[in-house]
């Protein structure tokens, strides 16, 4: 039986909603906030931080490829974080697809 095409949208979609990918996503933004409440309060005591470095380090390798610099750099981890839980969605798919499917080696029908 062949299989039908899927919009951009419908791809991304089949992709992204599955609980890999979502906890991937969740976790990257539990670290930007983080780092957002810790840029906020060392600013205001005047201490700098590498705390940001973290968000750029949830995302790698992704993030650090994009050759992108200064205050334009930061979408780097939005864009790091789509690939990769695109990436983790398609290999969470591949797996359960594969298990529901019953391609499991070592079956064997009597």
Known sequence: MAKTSRSMPQNLRHYLVNP???GYLGVVL???LWVAV???SASSSGDASFAGV??????APTSLLLPFTG???L???PIGAIVQA???GALYRYVTERRA???DIGAVGA
């Open 71 to 73: 205050p334009v750099g």
């Open 38 to 40: 810790h840029a906020f």
């Open 30 to 32: 539990a670290v930007c």
């Open 54 to 59: 973290w968000a750029f380090l949830v995302t």
């Open 101 to 103: 499917h019953g391609t």
């Open 75 to 77: 979408i780097a981890i």
């Open 20 to 22: 890999l990918a979502l």
């Open 86 to 88: 695109f990436a983790l």
